[in-house]
T-cell receptor
């Protein structure tokens, strides 16, 4: 069975601080996908990034960066120079790649990030 | 390009009543998912369609829940004989054939009194 653990329930930072959100996953599949989603106070989940299990290259996109380490089953997300608009709940998710289950995602319980001005 | 839409956005019902929710996915997406989210939790998978075929249903889903996607476009989720424990946000998501990231609708918040 798949499992996603986000140990940090809530994080509070002051604007312009860097913040890292942790995600640890469990799966028996050899091919899988990892995601981060953002759920702002308005409530709608927004896709941020996808990473394939066979691609361990880290990625930077503007103020966002992701660190995927298969050896430790972790997929951490860092926001550099945080802004108040980054305040949201962030979810890490895992999807199997088998055809019949393609895309069914298992989500962590989320990390609530509050960025104070 | 319009996103995923869900209707209604809010539903208040009395225990024992039946409710039906609708989801319209992004038009070119062939896969559609239903999730349930309660406060402080991540979305929990309920069921999944590829075109009109329902390929998987969560074991956590009781027989009171049923979903359809008759023409491979919009989908409906029906809950019969609602219970207070059914109170949650019901989320719909869709994705295209060669991608795995899901695009979510705004959700339907159900309150069972």
């Amino acid at each position: 069975a798949q499992k996603v653990t986000q140990a940090q329930t809530e994080i509070s930072v002051v604007e312009k601080e860097d913040v890292t959100l942790d995600c640890v996953y469990e799966t028996r599949d050899t091919t899988y996908y990892l995601f981060w989603y953002k759920q702002p106070p308005s409530g709608e989940l927004v896709f941020l990034i996808r990473r394939n299990s066979f691609d361990e290259q880290n990625e930077i996109s503007g103020r966002y960066s992701w660190n995927f380490q298969k050896s430790t089953s972790s997929f951490n997300f860092t926001i550099t120079a945080s802004q108040v608009v980054d305040s949201a709940v962030y979810f890490c998710a895992l999807s199997e790649a088998e055809y019949t289950n393609a895309g069914k995602s298992t989500f962590g319980d989320g990390t609530t990030l509050t960025v104070k001005p | 390009d319009t996103g995923v839409s869900q209707d209604p956005r809010h539903k208040i019902t009395k225990r024992g009543q039946n409710v039906t929710f609708r989801c319209d996915p992004i038009s070119e997406h062939n896969r559609l998912y239903w999730y349930r989210q309660t406060l402080g939790q991540g979305p929990e998978f309920l069921t999944y369609f590829q075109n009109e075929a329902q390929l998987e249903k969560s074991r956590l889903l009781s027989d009171r829940f049923s979903a359809e996607r008759p023409k491979g476009s919009f989908s409906t989720l029906e809950i019969q004989r609602t219970e207070q424990g059914d109170s949650a946000m019901y989320l719909c998501a869709s994705t295209g054939t060669d991608s795995y990231e899901q695009y979510f609708g705004p959700g339907t918040r159900l309150t069972v009194t």
